[in-house]
Protein backbone atom coordinates (compact mmCIF):
# COMPACT_ATOMS: atom_id res chain seq x y z
CA UNK A 1 0.00 0.00 0.00
CA UNK A 2 0.57 3.94 -0.55
CA UNK A 3 2.45 5.62 2.29
CA UNK A 4 1.02 9.54 4.10
CA UNK A 5 5.02 10.35 4.01
CA UNK A 6 8.34 10.00 2.38
CA UNK A 7 11.94 10.18 3.75
CA UNK A 8 15.30 10.92 2.28
CA UNK A 9 18.47 10.28 3.82
CA UNK A 10 18.68 7.76 6.75
CA UNK A 11 21.33 10.07 9.30
CA UNK A 12 20.96 10.94 12.69
CA UNK A 13 18.08 13.42 11.65
CA UNK A 14 16.42 11.35 8.97
CA UNK A 15 16.07 8.21 10.76
CA UNK A 16 14.45 9.86 14.27
CA UNK A 17 12.34 12.43 12.14
CA UNK A 18 10.69 9.40 10.38
CA UNK A 19 9.96 7.81 13.32
CA UNK A 20 8.68 10.49 14.24
CA UNK A 21 6.15 11.02 11.57
CA UNK A 22 5.38 7.09 11.90
CA UNK A 23 4.42 7.51 15.83
CA UNK A 24 2.15 10.52 14.86
CA UNK A 25 0.26 8.26 12.15
CA UNK A 26 2.14 8.83 9.03
CA UNK A 27 2.72 5.30 7.36
CA UNK A 28 6.45 6.20 5.69
CA UNK A 29 8.63 5.04 2.93
CA UNK A 30 12.34 5.71 3.44
CA UNK A 31 15.33 5.77 0.63
CA UNK A 32 18.99 6.66 1.44
CA UNK A 33 21.99 6.57 -1.10
CA UNK A 34 23.25 3.71 0.24
CA UNK A 35 21.10 0.72 0.48
CA UNK A 36 22.74 -1.02 3.42
CA UNK A 37 21.61 1.46 5.32
CA UNK A 38 17.86 1.25 4.57
CA UNK A 39 18.19 -2.55 5.16
CA UNK A 40 19.73 -1.57 8.63
CA UNK A 41 17.19 0.70 10.10
CA UNK A 42 14.00 -1.55 8.55
CA UNK A 43 15.57 -4.58 10.84
CA UNK A 44 16.56 -2.10 13.70
CA UNK A 45 14.72 0.92 14.95
CA UNK A 46 12.11 0.74 11.85
CA UNK A 47 11.03 -3.08 12.78
CA UNK A 48 7.24 -3.65 13.40
CA UNK A 49 6.92 -0.01 12.23
CA UNK A 50 4.44 1.33 9.39
CA UNK A 51 7.50 2.22 7.27
CA UNK A 52 8.67 0.48 4.05
CA UNK A 53 11.93 0.83 1.88
CA UNK A 54 12.65 2.01 -1.56
CA UNK A 55 15.58 0.91 -3.32
CA UNK A 56 15.67 3.59 -6.10
CA UNK A 57 13.78 7.00 -6.11
CA UNK A 58 11.67 5.49 -8.37
CA UNK A 59 10.23 2.88 -6.52
CA UNK A 60 10.27 5.43 -3.55
CA UNK A 61 7.85 7.98 -5.33
CA UNK A 62 5.96 4.93 -6.29
CA UNK A 63 5.25 4.14 -3.03
CA UNK A 64 3.68 7.48 -1.69
CA UNK A 65 0.35 8.66 -2.01
CA UNK A 66 -0.70 11.99 -3.83
CA UNK A 67 0.50 14.58 -3.38
CA UNK A 68 3.20 13.18 -2.03
CA UNK A 69 5.28 15.02 1.18
CA UNK A 70 8.82 14.33 0.95
CA UNK A 71 11.57 15.33 3.42
CA UNK A 72 15.29 15.27 2.26
CA UNK A 73 17.83 14.66 5.02
CA UNK A 74 20.78 14.71 3.36
CA UNK A 75 24.28 16.82 3.73
CA UNK A 76 23.59 20.42 3.24
CA UNK A 77 25.02 21.61 -0.21
CA UNK A 78 25.63 19.76 -3.65
CA UNK A 79 23.57 16.49 -2.34
CA UNK A 80 20.78 18.45 -1.55
CA UNK A 81 20.94 19.46 -5.89
CA UNK A 82 21.81 15.89 -6.60
CA UNK A 83 18.70 14.66 -5.35
CA UNK A 84 16.78 17.30 -6.30
CA UNK A 85 18.25 16.40 -10.04
CA UNK A 86 17.52 12.77 -9.62
CA UNK A 87 13.86 12.56 -8.18
CA UNK A 88 12.94 15.94 -10.32
CA UNK A 89 12.05 13.49 -12.96
CA UNK A 90 9.48 11.57 -10.95
CA UNK A 91 7.58 14.06 -9.30
CA UNK A 92 4.30 15.40 -10.54
CA UNK A 93 1.86 18.30 -10.25
CA UNK A 94 1.35 19.08 -6.29
CA UNK A 95 4.29 16.79 -4.80
CA UNK A 96 5.73 18.39 -2.33
CA UNK A 97 9.73 18.36 -1.53
CA UNK A 98 11.18 19.88 1.58
CA UNK A 99 14.76 20.05 2.25
CA UNK A 100 15.13 19.69 6.42
CA UNK A 101 18.93 20.18 6.16
CA UNK A 102 21.16 23.54 7.01
CA UNK A 103 21.15 24.61 3.66
CA UNK A 104 22.64 27.75 2.91
CA UNK A 105 19.21 30.32 3.02
CA UNK A 106 21.14 31.88 -0.61
CA UNK A 107 20.87 27.98 -2.18
CA UNK A 108 17.43 27.85 -1.12
CA UNK A 109 16.56 30.69 -2.31
CA UNK A 110 17.52 29.74 -5.88
CA UNK A 111 16.26 26.19 -5.46
CA UNK A 112 12.61 27.50 -4.05
CA UNK A 113 12.35 29.98 -8.03
CA UNK A 114 14.11 27.02 -10.00
CA UNK A 115 11.49 24.41 -8.60
CA UNK A 116 8.45 26.14 -7.77
CA UNK A 117 8.42 27.19 -11.54
CA UNK A 118 8.01 23.52 -12.41
CA UNK A 119 4.79 21.70 -11.37
CA UNK A 120 5.75 20.65 -7.59
CA UNK A 121 6.69 22.49 -4.65
CA UNK A 122 10.06 23.18 -2.53
CA UNK A 123 10.76 24.18 0.70
CA UNK A 124 13.43 24.89 2.78
CA UNK A 125 12.66 23.99 6.16
CA UNK A 126 15.28 24.90 9.39
CA UNK A 127 14.75 21.85 11.72
CA UNK A 128 16.58 22.23 14.80
CA UNK A 129 16.70 19.60 18.25
CA UNK A 130 19.06 17.28 17.54
CA UNK A 131 18.46 13.49 17.59
CA UNK A 132 16.69 13.58 20.46
CA UNK A 133 14.53 16.38 18.99
CA UNK A 134 14.17 14.82 15.98
CA UNK A 135 12.53 11.90 17.38
CA UNK A 136 10.52 13.57 20.19
CA UNK A 137 9.25 16.80 18.69
CA UNK A 138 11.83 19.49 16.72
CA UNK A 139 11.73 23.02 16.13
CA UNK A 140 11.05 23.59 12.86
CA UNK A 141 11.21 26.76 10.32
CA UNK A 142 9.94 25.88 6.99
CA UNK A 143 9.58 29.10 4.46
CA UNK A 144 8.50 29.10 0.37
CA UNK A 145 5.29 29.65 -1.01
CA UNK A 146 2.65 29.52 1.70
CA UNK A 147 0.31 27.34 -0.60
CA UNK A 148 3.22 24.76 -0.23
CA UNK A 149 3.27 25.49 3.51
CA UNK A 150 -0.15 24.85 3.55
CA UNK A 151 0.27 21.32 2.23
CA UNK A 152 2.21 20.42 4.99
CA UNK A 153 0.84 22.17 7.50
CA UNK A 154 -1.11 18.65 9.29
CA UNK A 155 2.08 16.61 9.40
CA UNK A 156 4.93 19.06 10.75
CA UNK A 157 2.23 20.84 13.22
CA UNK A 158 1.99 17.00 14.72
CA UNK A 159 5.84 16.23 14.12
CA UNK A 160 6.75 19.38 16.22
CA UNK A 161 7.26 20.33 19.63
CA UNK A 162 4.63 21.64 21.54
CA UNK A 163 4.25 24.31 24.11
CA UNK A 164 1.60 25.72 25.85
CA UNK A 165 0.07 28.20 22.91
CA UNK A 166 0.83 25.69 20.01
CA UNK A 167 3.64 23.51 18.10
CA UNK A 168 7.14 24.50 17.43
CA UNK A 169 6.80 24.94 13.87
CA UNK A 170 4.89 28.14 11.97
CA UNK A 171 4.83 29.24 8.34
CA UNK A 172 7.73 31.59 7.84
CA UNK A 173 7.92 33.64 5.32
CA UNK A 174 8.82 33.15 0.86
CA UNK A 175 12.04 31.87 -0.42
CA UNK A 176 15.02 30.96 1.74
CA UNK A 177 13.30 32.74 4.86
CA UNK A 178 13.26 29.33 6.49
CA UNK A 179 16.69 28.73 6.19
CA UNK A 180 17.94 32.16 6.94
CA UNK A 181 15.66 31.55 10.28
CA UNK A 182 17.71 28.32 11.14
CA UNK A 183 20.89 29.93 10.65
CA UNK A 184 20.37 32.93 12.59
CA UNK A 185 18.92 30.41 15.35
CA UNK A 186 22.40 28.87 15.16
CA UNK A 187 24.44 31.85 15.53
CA UNK A 188 22.25 32.67 18.48
CA UNK A 189 23.58 28.97 19.45
CA UNK A 190 27.30 29.43 18.71
CA UNK A 191 26.62 32.57 21.17
CA UNK A 192 25.29 31.11 23.97
CA UNK A 193 27.58 28.13 24.02
CA UNK A 194 30.86 30.29 24.21
CA UNK A 195 29.36 32.32 27.18
CA UNK A 196 28.79 29.29 29.14
CA UNK A 197 32.52 28.07 28.26
CA UNK A 198 33.90 31.59 29.42
CA UNK A 199 32.00 31.37 32.70
CA UNK A 200 32.78 27.94 33.21
CA UNK A 201 37.08 29.02 32.48
CA UNK A 202 36.39 31.80 35.10
CA UNK A 203 35.26 29.29 38.01
CA UNK A 204 38.13 27.26 36.86
CA UNK A 205 40.83 29.23 36.52
CA UNK A 206 40.19 32.54 39.24
CA UNK A 207 37.98 29.97 42.02
CA UNK A 208 39.79 26.88 41.07
CA UNK A 209 36.37 24.74 41.33
CA UNK A 210 35.89 21.43 40.16
CA UNK A 211 33.38 20.01 38.11
CA UNK A 212 30.86 19.10 40.83
CA UNK A 213 30.98 22.49 42.06
CA UNK A 214 30.55 24.44 38.86
CA UNK A 215 27.66 21.88 37.60
CA UNK A 216 26.03 23.10 40.86
CA UNK A 217 26.10 26.69 40.15
CA UNK A 218 24.71 26.02 36.66
CA UNK A 219 21.76 24.07 38.52
CA UNK A 220 20.86 27.64 40.70
CA UNK A 221 20.92 29.15 36.97
CA UNK A 222 18.87 26.95 35.51
CA UNK A 223 16.21 27.41 38.30
CA UNK A 224 15.80 31.14 37.44
CA UNK A 225 13.71 32.57 34.57
CA UNK A 226 16.69 34.59 33.08
CA UNK A 227 18.65 32.08 32.53
CA UNK A 228 16.64 28.14 32.79
CA UNK A 229 17.66 26.52 29.23
CA UNK A 230 18.02 23.24 27.26
CA UNK A 231 21.75 24.66 27.07
CA UNK A 232 22.39 25.24 30.84
CA UNK A 233 20.72 22.16 31.54
CA UNK A 234 22.99 20.11 29.11
CA UNK A 235 26.01 22.26 30.79
CA UNK A 236 25.39 21.35 34.07
CA UNK A 237 25.38 17.47 33.09
CA UNK A 238 28.78 17.99 30.84
CA UNK A 239 30.40 19.57 33.97
CA UNK A 240 28.99 16.30 36.58
CA UNK A 241 30.34 13.47 34.39
CA UNK A 242 33.22 11.67 35.13
CA UNK A 243 35.90 9.55 32.73
CA UNK A 244 34.64 6.32 33.74
CA UNK A 245 38.33 5.47 33.78
CA UNK A 246 39.98 7.59 36.56
CA UNK A 247 36.73 9.29 37.69
CA UNK A 248 37.96 12.44 37.02
CA UNK A 249 35.96 15.48 35.00
CA UNK A 250 35.24 14.48 31.91
CA UNK A 251 35.51 17.88 30.48
CA UNK A 252 38.71 18.44 31.34
CA UNK A 253 40.21 15.14 29.22
CA UNK A 254 38.68 17.01 25.89
CA UNK A 255 40.36 18.57 23.27
CA UNK A 256 39.74 22.48 23.65
CA UNK A 257 39.29 22.57 19.77
CA UNK A 258 35.76 23.46 18.57
CA UNK A 259 34.36 22.56 15.32
CA UNK A 260 31.88 24.15 12.89
CA UNK A 261 29.84 23.32 9.79
CA UNK A 262 28.72 26.60 8.25
CA UNK A 263 25.79 28.16 10.10
CA UNK A 264 27.68 30.65 12.43
CA UNK A 265 29.71 32.01 9.85
CA UNK A 266 26.74 32.44 7.20
CA UNK A 267 25.12 34.72 10.20
CA UNK A 268 27.76 36.36 10.88
CA UNK A 269 28.79 37.36 6.87
CA UNK A 270 24.84 38.03 6.28
CA UNK A 271 25.02 40.45 9.11
CA UNK A 272 28.03 42.31 8.21
CA UNK A 273 26.61 42.43 4.77
CA UNK A 274 23.24 43.82 5.61
CA UNK A 275 24.95 46.20 7.81
CA UNK A 276 23.21 44.14 11.42
CA UNK A 277 25.33 44.68 14.36
CA UNK A 278 26.27 40.92 15.99
CA UNK A 279 29.36 41.25 18.27
CA UNK A 280 28.66 38.64 20.50
CA UNK A 281 27.47 36.08 17.76
CA UNK A 282 30.75 36.98 16.21
CA UNK A 283 32.96 36.49 19.15
CA UNK A 284 31.79 33.20 19.51
CA UNK A 285 32.33 32.31 15.87
CA UNK A 286 35.81 33.77 16.50
CA UNK A 287 36.23 31.37 19.93
CA UNK A 288 36.21 28.43 17.49
CA UNK A 289 38.32 29.91 14.88
CA UNK A 290 41.01 30.40 17.81
CA UNK A 291 40.29 27.38 19.51
CA UNK A 292 41.31 25.63 16.07
CA UNK A 293 45.12 26.85 16.56
CA UNK A 294 46.33 24.71 18.99
CA UNK A 295 49.11 23.90 17.88
CA UNK A 296 50.07 27.95 17.80
CA UNK A 297 48.58 28.88 20.60
CA UNK A 298 50.69 26.40 23.02
CA UNK A 299 53.95 27.93 20.99
CA UNK A 300 52.75 31.53 21.91
CA UNK A 301 52.20 30.29 25.38
CA UNK A 302 55.77 30.43 26.61
CA UNK A 303 56.47 33.52 24.20
CA UNK A 304 53.94 36.00 24.88
CA UNK A 305 53.90 36.91 28.41
CA UNK A 306 50.17 38.05 30.32
CA UNK A 307 49.25 38.81 33.75
CA UNK A 308 49.21 36.34 36.77
CA UNK A 309 45.62 35.24 37.50
CA UNK A 310 44.62 37.13 40.84
CA UNK A 311 41.42 36.71 42.40
CA UNK A 312 38.45 38.75 42.02
CA UNK A 313 34.60 39.22 42.90
CA UNK A 314 32.71 36.36 40.83
CA UNK A 315 30.45 36.24 43.59
CA UNK A 316 30.01 32.76 45.50
CA UNK A 317 27.95 29.52 45.29
CA UNK A 318 26.01 31.28 47.78
CA UNK A 319 24.99 34.31 45.40
CA UNK A 320 24.91 31.75 42.61
CA UNK A 321 28.11 33.89 41.49
CA UNK A 322 26.36 37.03 40.87
CA UNK A 323 28.44 39.33 38.96
CA UNK A 324 29.04 35.76 36.79
CA UNK A 325 25.44 35.69 36.66
CA UNK A 326 24.82 39.15 35.33
CA UNK A 327 27.75 38.51 32.94
CA UNK A 328 25.85 35.50 31.55
CA UNK A 329 22.39 36.89 31.50
CA UNK A 330 23.40 40.04 29.51
CA UNK A 331 25.49 38.27 26.98
CA UNK A 332 22.41 35.75 26.42
CA UNK A 333 20.73 38.77 25.88
CA UNK A 334 22.75 40.48 23.53
CA UNK A 335 22.72 37.20 21.48
CA UNK A 336 19.00 37.27 21.02
CA UNK A 337 19.03 40.69 20.24
CA UNK A 338 21.37 40.49 17.84
CA UNK A 339 19.83 37.53 15.91
CA UNK A 340 16.49 39.32 16.31
CA UNK A 341 18.03 42.09 15.14
CA UNK A 342 19.57 40.83 12.12
CA UNK A 343 16.45 38.98 11.35
CA UNK A 344 14.31 42.34 11.25
CA UNK A 345 17.04 43.92 9.13
CA UNK A 346 16.95 40.55 6.69
CA UNK A 347 12.92 40.81 6.66
CA UNK A 348 13.21 44.42 5.55
CA UNK A 349 16.19 43.75 3.17
CA UNK A 350 14.31 40.42 1.69
CA UNK A 351 10.56 41.33 2.25
CA UNK A 352 10.46 38.60 4.09
CA UNK A 353 7.73 39.69 6.62
CA UNK A 354 8.87 37.82 9.20
CA UNK A 355 6.79 37.95 12.74
CA UNK A 356 9.56 38.01 15.38
CA UNK A 357 7.09 37.21 18.14
CA UNK A 358 5.98 33.64 15.60
CA UNK A 359 9.76 33.36 15.40
CA UNK A 360 10.29 33.31 19.87
CA UNK A 361 7.25 31.33 20.00
CA UNK A 362 8.28 28.06 17.74
CA UNK A 363 12.30 28.27 19.56
CA UNK A 364 10.49 27.90 23.02
CA UNK A 365 10.20 24.32 22.64
CA UNK A 366 12.24 21.56 20.67
CA UNK A 367 14.84 23.55 19.42
CA UNK A 368 18.53 23.74 21.04
CA UNK A 369 18.36 27.70 22.15
CA UNK A 370 14.92 27.22 24.37
CA UNK A 371 14.33 28.71 27.15
CA UNK A 372 12.29 30.65 29.32
CA UNK A 373 13.75 34.29 27.98
CA UNK A 374 11.85 33.36 25.17
CA UNK A 375 8.84 33.64 26.35
CA UNK A 376 9.87 37.65 27.35
CA UNK A 377 11.32 37.97 23.81
CA UNK A 378 7.83 37.07 21.96
CA UNK A 379 6.22 39.21 24.82
CA UNK A 380 7.84 42.04 24.00
CA UNK A 381 7.59 41.69 20.23
CA UNK A 382 4.37 40.89 20.28
CA UNK A 383 3.42 44.03 22.57
CA UNK A 384 5.84 46.47 20.31
CA UNK A 385 6.32 44.50 16.42
CA UNK A 386 8.25 47.50 15.57
CA UNK A 387 10.75 46.86 18.35
CA UNK A 388 14.03 47.78 16.80
CA UNK A 389 16.14 46.62 19.54
CA UNK A 390 14.99 43.75 22.57
CA UNK A 391 17.23 45.61 23.99
CA UNK A 392 15.03 48.71 24.31
CA UNK A 393 11.87 46.16 25.92
CA UNK A 394 11.23 47.65 29.57
CA UNK A 395 11.75 44.31 31.08
CA UNK A 396 15.20 43.60 28.90
CA UNK A 397 16.02 47.40 29.77
CA UNK A 398 15.72 46.60 33.33
CA UNK A 399 17.60 43.66 33.45
CA UNK A 400 20.58 45.58 31.65
CA UNK A 401 20.64 48.27 33.90
CA UNK A 402 20.31 46.06 36.73
CA UNK A 403 23.04 43.77 35.59
CA UNK A 404 25.74 45.85 33.79
CA UNK A 405 28.02 46.87 36.60
CA UNK A 406 28.19 42.98 37.26
CA UNK A 407 29.52 42.58 33.64
CA UNK A 408 31.69 45.25 33.67
CA UNK A 409 33.48 43.99 36.85
CA UNK A 410 33.97 40.73 35.43
CA UNK A 411 35.24 41.78 32.08
CA UNK A 412 37.54 44.27 34.11
CA UNK A 413 38.76 41.15 36.50
CA UNK A 414 39.46 38.96 33.62
CA UNK A 415 41.34 41.44 31.27
CA UNK A 416 43.37 42.26 34.74
CA UNK A 417 44.24 38.07 35.07
CA UNK A 418 44.43 37.94 31.22
CA UNK A 419 41.90 35.32 30.96
CA UNK A 420 39.81 35.81 27.70
CA UNK A 421 36.43 36.31 27.55
CA UNK A 422 35.08 37.55 24.02
CA UNK A 423 31.63 37.25 24.47
CA UNK A 424 31.40 38.70 28.14
CA UNK A 425 33.73 41.62 26.53
CA UNK A 426 32.18 42.03 23.38
CA UNK A 427 28.88 42.38 24.75
CA UNK A 428 29.76 45.03 27.48
CA UNK A 429 30.93 46.92 24.38
CA UNK A 430 27.83 46.09 22.42
CA UNK A 431 26.07 47.35 25.24
CA UNK A 432 28.03 50.76 25.88
CA UNK A 433 28.08 51.34 22.00
CA UNK A 434 24.53 50.75 22.33
CA UNK A 435 23.67 53.14 24.71
CA UNK A 436 25.80 56.09 23.46
CA UNK A 437 24.31 58.94 21.98
CA UNK A 438 27.85 60.45 20.74
CA UNK A 439 30.75 57.93 19.62
CA UNK A 440 33.80 58.95 18.06
CA UNK A 441 33.15 58.09 14.77
CA UNK A 442 33.45 61.85 13.73
CA UNK A 443 36.99 61.47 14.25
CA UNK A 444 37.12 58.81 12.17
CA UNK A 445 34.83 61.02 9.23
CA UNK A 446 37.31 64.02 9.69
CA UNK A 447 40.05 61.58 8.86
CA UNK A 448 38.23 60.14 6.02
CA UNK A 449 37.66 63.23 4.38
CA UNK A 450 41.25 64.62 5.20
CA UNK A 451 42.75 61.75 3.22
CA UNK A 452 40.52 60.96 0.45
CA UNK A 453 37.71 64.01 0.79
CA UNK A 454 34.59 62.09 1.53
CA UNK A 455 33.15 64.97 3.19
CA UNK A 456 31.63 64.92 6.65
CA UNK A 457 27.84 66.19 7.52
CA UNK A 458 27.91 68.63 10.60
CA UNK A 459 25.82 68.65 13.91
CA UNK A 460 25.10 72.37 13.37
CA UNK A 461 24.21 72.90 10.12
CA UNK A 462 22.63 70.54 7.14
CA UNK A 463 24.98 69.81 4.09
CA UNK A 464 28.24 68.14 2.90
CA UNK A 465 31.15 69.60 4.24
CA UNK A 466 34.67 69.19 3.35
CA UNK A 467 37.95 70.77 4.52
CA UNK A 468 41.10 71.59 3.20
CA UNK A 469 42.70 69.66 6.61
CA UNK A 470 46.65 69.71 5.28
CA UNK A 471 46.45 73.00 4.19
P1 LIG B 1 24.55 14.05 7.47
O1 LIG B 1 24.69 15.52 7.31
O2 LIG B 1 25.73 13.28 7.96
O3 LIG B 1 24.08 13.45 6.06
C1 LIG B 1 23.96 12.07 5.91
C2 LIG B 1 23.00 11.70 4.83
O4 LIG B 1 23.25 12.40 3.61
C3 LIG B 1 23.13 10.22 4.52
O5 LIG B 1 21.84 9.72 4.35
C4 LIG B 1 23.93 10.23 3.23
O6 LIG B 1 23.73 9.08 2.45
C5 LIG B 1 23.31 11.42 2.55
N1 LIG B 1 24.04 11.90 1.38
C6 LIG B 1 25.26 12.49 1.29
BR1 LIG B 1 26.40 12.74 2.69
N2 LIG B 1 25.60 12.81 0.04
C7 LIG B 1 24.56 12.42 -0.72
C8 LIG B 1 24.31 12.48 -2.10
N3 LIG B 1 25.16 13.06 -2.94
N4 LIG B 1 23.14 11.97 -2.53
C9 LIG B 1 22.27 11.42 -1.69
N5 LIG B 1 22.44 11.35 -0.37
C10 LIG B 1 23.59 11.84 0.12
O7 LIG B 1 23.29 13.65 8.38
P2 LIG B 1 22.58 14.37 9.59
O8 LIG B 1 23.55 14.69 10.68
O9 LIG B 1 21.41 13.54 9.88
O10 LIG B 1 22.10 15.76 9.00
C11 LIG B 1 21.21 15.90 7.93
C12 LIG B 1 20.98 17.38 7.69
O11 LIG B 1 20.36 17.94 8.86
C13 LIG B 1 22.26 18.19 7.47
O12 LIG B 1 22.02 19.23 6.58
C14 LIG B 1 22.56 18.75 8.85
O13 LIG B 1 23.34 19.92 8.80
C15 LIG B 1 21.16 18.99 9.37
N6 LIG B 1 21.03 19.02 10.83
C16 LIG B 1 21.72 18.14 11.62
C17 LIG B 1 21.55 18.16 13.00
C18 LIG B 1 22.28 17.20 13.89
O14 LIG B 1 22.17 17.33 15.13
N7 LIG B 1 22.98 16.21 13.38
C19 LIG B 1 20.64 19.05 13.56
C20 LIG B 1 19.92 19.91 12.73
C21 LIG B 1 20.13 19.87 11.37
P3 LIG B 1 24.75 7.83 2.58
O15 LIG B 1 24.28 7.03 3.75
O16 LIG B 1 24.61 7.11 1.30
O17 LIG B 1 26.13 8.41 2.79
Redesign the pocket.
Known sequence: SQSHFGL????????NLVLNAERNGFSSVVY???YA?TEEFLNGRGQGRNIQGATDLQDFVGKLERPRRILM????G???D??VD?ISPYLEEGDLLID????DYHDTERRVKELESKSFGFIGM??????K??LEG?SMMPGGTKASYDAIESLVNKMAAQVDDGPCVTYIGPGGSGHLV?TVHNGIEYGIEQILAEGYDLMKRVKGMNGEQMADVLAQWNATEELSSYLVEITEVCLRTKDPEDGADLVEKIMDQAGQ?G?GLWTVVTALQMGASVPTIYASLNGRVMSSLKPERVAAESILKGPVIKDFDLGTPDDAMAPLMDATVLSCIASYAQGMELLRIASRDLDYSLQMPSIAQIWKGGC?IRARLLQRIQDAFAANPDLTNLMLDPWFADQINRRLPGLAKVVAGAAESGIPVPCFSSTLDYINSYRTGRLPQNLVQAMRDCFGSHTYQRVDKEGAFHTEWLG
Open positions: IGLGVMGENRTKMVKAPAVAVQGGNSGVSGGAGAPKKTI
